[in-house]
């Protein structure tokens, strides 16, 4: 978003007091605008799968009395397509309905890492993946923003908890910090430049997020370059005036002017620089110009094209987890069916908290399942929606399924257990429900559980006894007929898993530090957070992440990976080898066996979802920069690439690897200096290092055969190599001079 032409002559005509006033909310939902000087004010308004403009009159929190919107699938359903093209489609429709709805800023995509299942909000997020997470971000704004419609993206950073939120302070080092929770940022922003970007509740490492200098100013805006508006979560801003000076520029909501007026005396007694306020007040004009202009005339809502295409993108978001004998599809009239369970008739498709819409008009799959099966299908509650257990209903269900062939049986989360606000204490399913599956196996063993759940659920006690698991997920206001279309193979379902399916809470990697206490969470697992963790423990899981099951099978063929400059470029053909039409998620994962630092055994760095034809072959062709390869060096404070040979995985899931490559990459100097205070081991493996620690110590093997004998025995060497080169110089190896000589050679040749 360029700098709008207006920005410059408007600021110049402001007095302190009105610059101040630009700086919160007008309003809930408004920005502050100076009628007088021709900056408008603009309507922000909550996301991220549908525009929930609230009704005139609405609460004063602005969670309830939403106009009418298009719900989409949540992030949960829609991040298991795996397709950027079709996230971009949805992105494009919510930019029209914002439109429609004259919003001009989106508050959305949600980024945060699903760092645990429990997260009462991780129906709101993509992945626990950074780079899927990152570039399905990117999708997202590209396709809002294409529409003249602002987006927020959020929630920046750390913010992986529901659980004492406004305050807890999220401990983490540095480099799982720089690895795992900003690169999705990171690429969203320098590939899109969202309008906006929403600071978290929390404290980072003891700083609330809306007053911390280093991710607002150092990382967004000088290393990223993030050009627009830095605004709260809504009341997320506990001192202005600090938050200000650390690069946060709209505070939301309103705080009828409590907080200007704080800005302004500030400013007055010289603890503030005007200049602070007037970067901030210039970002805050040019956004509402741009919200201003970017706004159509003529926007109108297209109400039955945006349920079809909700009904499209709930089809694309349901992962087939299991699909014994080919059960599934279903063909109609090829024998009697029963549905079990309340979420059939009342469907639960979207998250509690600030994103719920009311929806322009909301299928259910009882109805939509009846109508491709071309019968009146028999029906079951079986249990109450907040999972009660209720005998009558039981006894009912399990009359109802002993009569039919198949049944098909609705399972899920009800909406009291997982919300924004809150986190969830386990992974189960309601006891009643789970209860009601074991009757039912009793007497019917063709069971074809689906699952409507906004973050994971353990389903290991029971998975392996049913012949069929559909994950569902929340599938926004059309996700009834998109279950059905996949359920009599209208849809074959593409779907992948973006979170790891545990075989047990207690197998969750944050188990025992999740959500932390006394106000301080510590993510104590590092970099090892769902398949980094479980691949490389090489630990059990139900279902692995990436995974997904289709009504047709592909085979991988001819893979290729190879180093051109600074891309590394992946290749394999995939032939469908099914009789269906289908869509395959090719994933591309690296490793460095024997890495320097500790390192998951494989990341994904790339995948594309691709539709191939039943019969056919296309060659896939995958890139990632060599860059992308990189760990953050903690001690020299930068990213850097290390040289030796990565092994490149080409595959369907994280577990499942078609085919393993190797690649020969240079990597970057060292980014550990040398000293005397270098152990020999790090001397040994450093590439400028190495040869003249070997050029010195052949002349001082020559002079002490003893310490030759040493160097040269493999298990004294082991020894040898954790001796800091001061150590050698106190055995009389060397001498101080020596030593120091040594240094100043590696850093001539490094320099």
Same mark, same amino acid.
């Given at each position: 978003m360029s700098l709008h032409p207006q920005t410059e002559s408007i600021l110049a005509t402001l007095t302190l007091e009105q610059k101040a006033s630009l700086l919160s909310g007008a309003s809930f939902w408004d920005t502050e605008g100076i009628e007088d000087a021709g900056v408008p004010s603009i309507i922000l308004s909550d996301g991220p799968h549908g525009v929930r403009r609230q009704s005139t009159g609405g609460d004063h929190l602005g969670l309830l009395d939403g106009e009418p919107a298009t719900c989409f699938p949540p992030a949960v359903g829609l991040g298991s397509s795996w397709d950027p093209i079709l996230v971009e489609r949805v992105g494009e429709a919510?930019?029209?309905?914002?439109?429609?709805?004259?919003?001009?800023?989106?508050?959305?995509?949600? !980024?945060?890492?699903?760092?645990?299942?429990?997260?009462?909000?991780?129906?709101?997020?993509?992945?626990?993946?950074?780079?899927?997470?990152?570039?399905?971000?990117?999708?997202?704004?590209?396709?809002?923003?294409?529409?003249?419609?602002?987006?927020?993206?959020?929630?920046?950073?750390?913010?992986?908890?529901?659980?004492?939120?406004?305050?807890?302070?999220?401990?983490?080092?540095?480099?799982?910090?720089?690895?795992?929770y900003l690169p999705a940022f990171r690429r969203v922003v320098t590939e899109t430049q969202p309008w906006t970007v929403m600071c978290s509740y929390n404290r980072v490492n003891g700083v609330y997020a809306s007053e911390h200098n280093w991710l607002l100013n150092t990382v967004l805006r000088d290393e990223w370059g993030f050009e627009g508006v830095v605004v709260s979560d809504w009341g997320a801003v506990r001192d202005r005036v600090p938050a200000l000076a650390a690069g946060l520029d709209l505070e939301m909501p309103s705080t009828n002017g409590r907080t200007d007026a704080d800005v302004v005396a500030a400013v007055n007694d010289g603890s503030l620089d005007i200049a602070v306020v007037d970067t901030a007040a210039r970002r805050l004009i040019d956004l509402a110009l741009h919200g201003r202009d970017g706004l159509w005339a003529d926007a109108e809502l297209d109400v039955p094209g945006q349920h079809a295409l909700?009904?499209?993108?709930?089809?694309?978001?349901?992962?087939?987890?299991?699909?014994?004998?080919?059960?599934?599809?279903?063909?109609?009239?090829?024998?009697?069916?029963?549905?079990?369970?309340?979420?059939?008739?009342?469907?639960?498709?979207?998250?509690?908290?600030s994103s719920q819409i009311v929806p322009t008009r909301l299928d259910n799959a009882l109805d939509e399942i009846r109508a491709q099966a071309g019968a009146d299908v028999p029906y079951a509650a079986g249990f109450t929606l907040e999972g009660d257990e209720d005998a009558a209903l039981a006894d009912e269900a399990v009359r109802v399924a002993s009569a039919a062939e198949t049944v098909l049986y609705f399972m899920g989360l009800p909406s009291s257990a997982e919300s924004e606000g809150f986190d969830r204490d386990d992974i189960e399913l309601p006891a009643a429900q789970t209860a009601?599956?074991?009757?039912?196996?009793?007497?019917?063993?063709?069971?074809?559980?689906?699952?409507?759940?906004?973050?994971? %659920?353990?389903?290991?006690?029971?998975?392996?006894?049913?012949?069929?698991?559909?994950?569902?997920?929340?599938?926004?206001?059309?996700?009834?007929?998109? !279950?059905?279309?996949?359920?009599?193979g209208v849809v074959n379902p593409s779907g992948r898993l973006t979170e790891s399916i545990p075989e047990r809470l207690q197998d969750v990697p944050a188990f025992t530090s999740f959500p932390g206490e006394h106000g301080s969470v510590?993510?104590?697992?590092?970099?090892?957070?769902?398949?980094?963790?479980?691949?490389?423990?090489?630990?059990?899981?139900?279902?692995?992440?990436?995974?997904?099951?289709?009504?047709?099978?592909?085979?991988?063929d001819h893979p290729v990976a190879r180093v051109e400059g600074e891309t590394v470029r992946v290749s394999v053909h995939v032939t469908n080898t099914g009789a269906r039409d289908g869509r395959e998620v090719v994933q591309?994962?690296?490793?460095?066996?024997?890495?320097?630092?500790?390192?998951? %055994?494989?990341?994904?760095?790339?995948?594309?979802?691709?539709?191939?034809?039943?019969?056919?072959?296309?060659?896939?062709?995958?890139?990632?920069?060599?860059?992308?390869?990189?760990?953050?060096?903690?001690?020299?404070?930068?990213?850097?690439?290390?040289?030796?040979?990565?092994?490149?995985?080409?595959?369907?899931?994280?577990?499942?690897?078609?085919?393993?490559?190797?690649?020969?990459?240079?990597?970057?100097?060292?980014? !550990?200096?040398?000293? %005397?205070n270098s152990t020999l081991g790090e001397w040994f493996a450093h590439p400028v290092g190495a040869p003249i620690l070997n050029a010195a110590f052949a002349q001082v093997l020559a002079e002490a055969p003893a310490v030759g004998g040493m160097l040269n025995d493999p298990h004294l060497r082991k020894m040898a190599e954790q001796m800091p080169m001061s150590q050698m110089v106190a055995f009389g190896a060397l001498s101080p001079e020596q030593a120091q000589g040594l240094v100043s050679a590696v850093e001539q040749a490094s320099a």
């Open positions: 919510l930019g029209r309905e914002a439109q429609a709805k004259r919003v001009s800023v989106l508050l959305g995509p949600g !980024i945060n890492i699903k760092r645990d299942p429990r997260c009462g909000r991780n129906f709101e997020y993509l992945s626990e993946d950074p780079l899927h997470a990152g570039v399905l971000g990117s999708a997202f704004v590209r396709g809002v923003q294409s529409q003249g419609v602002g987006t927020s993206l959020k929630h920046y950073a750390a913010n992986n908890q529901e659980t004492d939120r406004l305050r807890v302070s999220a401990e983490i080092d540095t480099r799982t910090l720089r690895e795992l909700a009904r499209e993108i709930a089809g694309r978001s349901i992962v087939l987890l299991r699909n014994e004998g080919d059960i599934l599809p279903l063909t109609p009239g090829a024998g009697s069916l029963a549905v079990i369970g309340e979420f059939a008739r009342t469907p639960r498709y979207q998250g509690a908290g009601l599956l074991e009757r039912l196996l009793a007497v019917n063993p063709r069971i074809i559980v689906v699952l409507s759940n906004g973050a994971v %659920v353990r389903v290991s006690d029971w998975n392996e006894r049913v012949p069929a698991l559909v994950e569902g997920w929340l599938l926004g206001q059309a996700g009834g007929g998109a !279950i059905a279309d996949v359920l009599f510590r993510y104590a697992e590092g970099l090892y957070v769902g398949y980094r963790h479980y691949d490389t423990r090489e630990a059990a899981v139900t279902y692995p992440f990436g995974f997904g099951l289709s009504y047709t099978s592909f085979a991988y591309v994962y690296s490793g460095l066996p024997g890495a320097e630092v500790s390192r998951p %055994v494989h990341e994904l760095r790339a995948f594309a979802s691709v539709e191939i034809p039943a019969g056919e072959t296309r060659e896939v062709e995958l890139s990632f920069p060599v860059a992308g390869l990189a760990y953050f060096s903690t001690i020299a404070d930068v990213w850097s690439v290390e040289g030796g040979t990565y092994v490149i995985e080409i595959a369907a899931s994280s577990r499942d690897i078609r085919a393993h490559l190797d690649i020969q990459v240079a990597g970057d100097p060292s980014p !550990i200096p040398l000293s %005397v």
